[in-house]
Every structure is written in structure tokens, then in C-alpha cells.
């Protein structure tokens, strides 16, 4: 049997994505995350009892990294989208769970820079693991409020390594945050073009030119992320390889420059220097 070969002027049809969205608190961030397509989520917060009728999917209360390191294929057959809340309480849990094992620990109880660098590897597998099954991924985050100088700069609520690491392997990211209209209303609008006051990144061309999206009253649009995410998979599956590749670098260089810029540490420095892929 002959095997399909993809030129790099081919299209290369993309199944799951990985959505990032990190937000101001009480938006709504854990409601929205319902709103996938046969959405389950893993609730590390322990904050889905308070989306109320807004709960629409399944929901696994993680205690423990187990409860949900060792779900197979077949345990997550009928939902297409994990929702994992909030992600920076994710890479807590594993760090947790490698606690737990006494050669990871050093003498004042906390983790081995070996077990530390073991935690993101294990993070990142995972979510390799399900896109392999063909599920869409949605990060959901805090965001955290920086100040650079006069500049009040907002970005997702993790240190600087693992925020980094996070961006690079999301498609789209966005930043959920409320705007006054021109009539005086409050609106929620997620903003998936970076700027000077956000970090962000827009593979799937989502909001337009002006990389926003306003987000309607979910009990109306109860399918408004997955609506989103098919939005980018359609976008994205547009695009050819050599275009997705060189998009994705640009993308990761000035997310890196804006890093770097706003850095305010030496232990900023550091932290990015560190997320470096050393193979680039």
C-alpha cells in the first residue's frame, strides 16, 4: 500500500488545536470551557460547581494527578474537547505527584531541578497524548496584571519558563477581558491579537483584523467555543506547511521580544533563556 505524501505546497489538514485562553477574574472562563464540543473538563481549581445551569459538560474533580494521568483512549471516547482548569494548577498537580516520590525531593521538601524539568516534560506529553487521540485542547488561565514602566502589561498568571513554553505550543491564545461599549455596557471580548497591554497569538485568523472576539450571552450561544475552535481549525487547514512554520516563527520571536522587553529580573532573564529550544 502506498503512503500519502504531503508536499510542503499542500495543505495539511489539522484535526485538534490547542486554545488558550487566560482571563480577569470572574469572566467566566470556566463557563465558557463548557461551551466546547462535547466538552469535559478536568477541574483543578475546584471551581465548576460555581457555573451553575452554565455547566454543560462532564467534569472531573482532580484531586490527585492519577485521577486523571491514567485515562485511556477509550475513558475519553465520547468528548472531543478537555478543557484542563486552570492550567497553571495542572502543572501544580504534577509537581505535587513528583513530591510525592521521595528521590525527587531535596532536604527542605521541595523538588529536585531534575524532577522540576520531569514535571513539564510529563505536562507536555499529556497534551501531546490527547491531540494524538484527536481531541481539542483548551488551556484556561488567570491572568496575571505586570507593570513595565507607565505600561500595565497583562499575561498568563505562570512563571516565566512555563508561560512561554504554554505559548509556544498553543495555536490560538487569547486574552478574555470586559470593555465598556459605546452606549456605557460592560461586554466581555477576548483579544487573540497581541499587543502592547497582552500577550496573545492568532494562527486561526480569529476576530478579523482586530483580533477580536465578543463574547455573546453563553446560555443563548451555548456552543460559542467550539464555534471558535472550528473557526481556526478552518483557518488553519488553509495554510501549507511552509506557511503554518513560518507564521508559528514569527509569532514565537515576538512573543519572545515582548518577553524579553518587559523582563524586569535578571531571574526574567533566566527563566527565558531556559525556555530557548537549544535545537532551533
Not at 472531573?60 to 485521577?67: E, G, I, L, Y
Not at 482548569?85 to 531534575?114: F, H, W
Request: glycine share 8%.
Amino acid at each position: 500500500m502506498a503512503i500519502q505524501i504531503i508536499t510542503a505546497d499542500q495543505a495539511l489538514t489539522v484535526k485538534a488545536i490547542i486554545t488558550y485562553i487566560y482571563a480577569d477574574p470572574g469572566l467566566g472562563k470556566t463557563s465558557m470551557g463548557f461551551t466546547g464540543d462535547k466538552a469535559i473538563s478536568f477541574d483543578f481549581d475546584k471551581g465548576s460547581h460555581r457555573t451553575g445551569e452554565l455547566r454543560r459538560g462532564a467534569v472531573v474533580p482532580v484531586q490527585k494527578w492519577t485521577d486523571i494521568g491514567n485515562l485511556t483512549e477509550q475513558d475519553l471516547a465520547p468528548y472531543n474537547t478537555i478543557v484542563l482548569d486552570t492550567v497553571g494548577a495542572m502543572l501544580e498537580c504534577i509537581k505535587s505527584y513528583l513530591l510525592s516520590i521521595p528521590n525527587n525531593r531535596q532536604k527542605d521538601n521541595t523538588l529536585k531541578l531534575k524532577a522540576q524539568g520531569a514535571a513539564n516534560v510529563m505536562f507536555k506529553n499529556y497534551v501531546h497524548m490527547l491531540i494524538s487521540m484527536g481531541k481539542d485542547v483548551v488551556f484556561l488561565a488567570h491572568a496575571s496584571e505586570d507593570q513595565n514602566g507607565d505600561q500595565v502589561i497583562y499575561r498568563p498568571d505562570l512563571g516565566g519558563k512555563n508561560r512561554n513554553e504554554l505559548y509556544r505550543i498553543a495555536d490560538v491564545m487569547g486574552y478574555l477581558t470586559t470593555v465598556r461599549t459605546g452606549d456605557g455596557k460592560p461586554a466581555r471580548v477576548i483579544n487573540f491579537n497581541p499587543s502592547d497591554t497582552h500577550h496573545a497569538k492568532n494562527a486561526g485568523a480569529l476576530g478579523g483584523e482586530t483580533g477580536e472576539v465578543w463574547v455573546p450571552d453563553l446560555k443563548e450561544n451555548p456552543m460559542f467555543l467550539a464555534d471558535l475552535i472550528s473557526q481556526a481549525k478552518d483557518h488553519i487547514n488553509t495554510l501549507t506547511p511552509v506557511q503554518l512554520a513560518a507564521n508559528k516563527a514569527i509569532e514565537e520571536f515576538n512573543n519572545f521580544a515582548q518577553s524579553c522587553e518587559e523582563a524586569v529580573y535578571a531571574s526574567d532573564l533566566n527563566q527565558l533563556t531556559e525556555s530557548l529550544d537549544k535545537e532551533h
